[in-house]
């Protein structure tokens, strides 16, 4: 069984802050762990995906996000923010190796200020 | 690469009347998936194809729900005898074959509205 927790289902950060969404999982095996962006009416694009090696995963638009197995944790972070990255983020897990069942967090709207 | 598309974008339908979805796959990507999402929050997984074998079914599926995959491409997702608690999101995603990358690429989703 696997499962997605996401702190804060609304998060404010002011434009050039830093973003930090936080994701903790749970899962009985070793996990893959995905990040998604969710723009208004559109479908999900990954925006980075931890499978195995580097526990440290960089992805696209700036963002990162460490795997931190002791925590069982996947937080999201980007060190600036900008006005576009103003959307909703799901975190998601499944099990590593074959047939990947992807289970996904309720997600969290970030909203940007300027 | 031309994505993942679904058809229609937005579909309005009364209570009881039946809708079909489909979907289009990334050409090469043989797994196939169909999600649900409802107004705040995440994608629930309704059923998973691999070709044109269906692997897996949440038990979210009703028997109101089918998809197929016939030729191991495009996939249809009906539901028959439409309820107002079908309102929601209706989205696909595709994969390549085991070994390969793992991430599922979304298509732009179904909107569904039951009146």
């Known amino acids: 069984a696997q499962s997605v927790t996401q702190l804060g289902s609304h998060v404010s950060v002011s434009e050039g802050a830093l973003v930090l969404l936080r994701c903790n999982y749970s899962s009985s095996v070793p996990p893959y762990l995905f990040w998604y962006v969710q723009y208004p009416n559109q479908g999900l694009q990954l925006l980075l995906k931890y499978t195995t090696g580097a526990t440290l995963v960089k992805g696209i638009n700036g963002f990162e996000a460490e795997f931190k197995k002791s925590e069982t944790s996947f937080h999201l972070t980007k060190p600036s923010a900008h006005m576009s990255d103003a959307a909703e983020y799901f975190c998601?897990?499944?099990?590593?190796?074959?047939?990947?069942?992807?289970?996904f967090g309720t997600g969290t709207k970030l909203q940007v200020i300027p | 690469d031309t994505g993942v598309s679904q058809d229609p974008r937005h579909k309005i339908t009364k209570r009881g009347q039946n809708v079909t979805f489909r979907c289009d796959p990334i050409s090469e990507h043989n797994r196939l998936y169909w999600y649900r999402q409802t107004l705040g929050q995440g994608p629930e997984f309704l059923t998973y194809?691999?070709?044109?074998?269906?692997?897996?079914k949440s038990r979210l599926l009703s028997d109101r729900f089918s998809a197929e995959r016939p030729k191991g491409s495009f996939s249809t997702l009906e539901i028959q005898r439409t309820e107002q608690g079908d309102s929601a999101m209706y989205l696909c995603?595709?994969?390549?074959?085991?070994?390969?990358?793992?991430?599922?690429?979304f298509g732009p989703g179904t909107r569904l509205t039951v009146t």
């Open positions: 194809f691999q070709n044109e074998a269906q692997l897996e």
């Open positions: 998601a897990v499944s099990p590593s190796g074959g047939y990947q069942k992807v289970t």
């Open positions: 995603a595709s994969s390549p074959g085991e070994g390969t990358s793992y991430e599922q690429y």
